[in-house]
């Protein structure tokens, strides 16, 4: 039991130390103000918010809600920034098949996909599961998918000042498969570059052709 709460504690201290919020902390009163208003929303769409199987929906929209978007309370830089090494590698690093869940912003239906992200050092790196979590803060917001590619290509360009940045995102959009124009099997690639991915074109290909490959 005591092993189990100093790993408790430890987590809690890394989640602290870099700025990554644990999750299941949820803002009390913004939980109710959303709740009663997702009441009103179950009334106008014919539902009976007062029946067994609805009691507490409004109450779970709201707490899902609230966790979709947690990345608006979060500061990607500081993420990066609280595990930045000085190390003298200059190849690139790929973090790959980076799953990202989010919200489009004009239906604020998911859309879901992966992320590739590499980036040339510059005299520094960053610790690899801070990747992830860069990705994690801008996908948990309400966003576009070409908003959301720029927004982590310049984080990292501007916090790590690499030689260069490669961001490639595919997903698909619940507005396309469920509603709309109801395409199911449709996937939208977006892509972002800074530096030498731009200026070097084997560089490009061989991050392009890195995404693509397969482990055995």
């Known amino acids: 039991m005591d092993d189990l709460k100093k790993l408790a504690s430890s987590m ?15 803002n ?19 539902e ?9 929906t409004p109450e779970r929209v709201a707490k899902a809600l609230q966790f979709l978007t947690h990345g608006y309370d979060l500061n990607p830089s500081e993420i990066l920034k609280s595990a930045m090494f000085t ?15 989010s919200m489009c912003e004009h239906h604020m239906l998911p859309f879901f996909g992966k992320a590739h992200v590499a980036y040339i050092p510059n005299g520094k790196v960053v610790g690899l599961s801070k990747i992830p979590r860069v990705v994690d803060a801008f996908s948990r917001r309400l966003q576009v998918q070409e908003r959301l590619t720029n ?12 030689l ?8 698909k959009h619940m507005c396309m498969s469920m509603r709309g124009i109801q395409k ?33």
Request: charge should be negative.
């Open 12 to 26: 809690m201290e890394e989640n602290e130390m870099d700025g990554y919020q644990k999750i299941d902390r949820y």
């Open 28 to 46: 009390e009163e913004k939980i109710k103000d959303i709740s009663d208003k997702y009441y009103d929303i179950l009334k106008d769409l014919g």
């Open 48 to 56: 009976d918010p007062n029946r067994e199987g609805l009691l507490k």
């Open 87 to 101: 190390e003298e590698y200059s190849q690139m690093v790929l973090v790959k098949d980076i799953e990202v869940y």
């Open 151 to 162: 927004e982590i290509r310049d984080c990292i360009q501007e916090t790590l000042n690499p």
């Open 164 to 171: 260069g940045v490669a961001v490639v995102i595919e997903c």
């Open 184 to 216: 199911q099997n449709s996937v939208t690639t977006t892509s972002a570059f800074t530096g030498e991915f731009i200026n070097n074109e084997k560089t490009r290909y061989e991050f392009m052709q890195l995404i693509a490959a397969h482990l055995s």
